[in-house]
């Protein structure tokens, strides 16, 4: 049993080693060129962003717990910052209870200041359904249904009006570490959206072969996941950012 503490410890140590390596001794690895190449549904994300019209409504769904947020916040951010250059009209909300401070933050490392945050939506997938749902003579403002403002905010605010279901947005940009979250907005939501709305997930490393597989069948038009996906999204907008400048650790500690 000593033995292997002592086994674990060396390995810790190493670990730290090598994250911290780079910093202290100035030794770097480059990007790979045409990284994106490699990271299937990144350049499909920065095409969709580029797309957008000056005013154009994104609505970015925070979806992602407290404990990942450094992995979120490593491949969100590059997006998040070249969505800042498109002059959108951004709102937050999330299934998650600590989503709407997590996503709020990120967005202001982003210098994006989001026309309205819809806070936590409460009702799982139920209420995914009804933000999905189209406005009828039956139902005519879902997306008002589901989200009750918090806070005193209303629905009769200058940046809102007219936005009575899911159509009223261009683009729903998902962030996420979760499987289920992913697969909750892209049943529930996406067989409503109309062809002028896509779904862009942004998730953890963790969850990108399921989330890719929703790209393969056409149900998102992008996707960016962990450090790799960030950085390759940040070779395409020509950033320079957190996910590149953890490239040399990243490489280090996965090879």
Do not use: C
């Not at 060396?10 to 994106?36: C, H, M, Q, Y």
């Not at 969505?83 to 709020?104: H, I």
């Not at 729903?172 to 896509?198: C, F, H």
């Not at 996941?225 to 940040?234: N, P, Q, V």
């Amino acid at each position: 049993h000593a033995s292997q503490t002592v086994i674990r410890l060396l390995v810790a140590a190493l670990l730290i080693f090598l994250v911290f390596a780079p910093a202290l001794t100035g030794f770097s690895l480059e990007v790979p060129a045409n990284l994106s190449a490699s990271q299937p549904g990144v350049a499909e994300v920065f095409q969709s962003i580029s797309e957008l019209a000056p005013e154009a409504n994104v609505l970015v769904a925070a979806d992602y717990e407290a404990g990942l947020s450094g992995e979120l916040t490593t491949a969100a951010l590059p997006v998040l910052r070249y969505l800042q250059t498109r002059q959108a009209n951004v709102f937050v909300v999330s299934t998650v209870p600590a989503g709407p401070v997590l996503g709020e933050a990120l967005l202001s490392q982003a210098s994006i200041t989001p026309v309205a945050s819809f806070g936590y939506l409460a009702g799982g997938t139920h209420a995914l359904k009804l933000i999905g749902a189209h406005a009828t003579s039956e139902l005519p403002d879902p997306l008002q249904q589901a989200i009750p403002f918090p806070d005193g905010q209303a629905w009769n605010n200058p940046g809102l009006q007219g936005m009575k279901d899911i159509t009223a947005f261009q683009r729903i940009l998902v962030l996420t570490d979760s499987v289920e979250n992913a697969r909750a907005w892209v049943e529930q939501v996406q067989p409503n959206l109309g062809p002028q709305t896509q779904i862009l997930l942004v998730s953890s490393a963790q969850a990108a072969p399921l989330v890719r597989t929703y790209l393969e069948s056409g149900q998102i038009s992008g996707v960016v996941s962990g450090l790799a996906g960030g950085a390759a999204f940040e070779q395409l907008s020509q950033q320079s950012g957190p996910s590149s400048a953890s490239w040399t650790a990243y490489q280090l500690t996965m090879g």
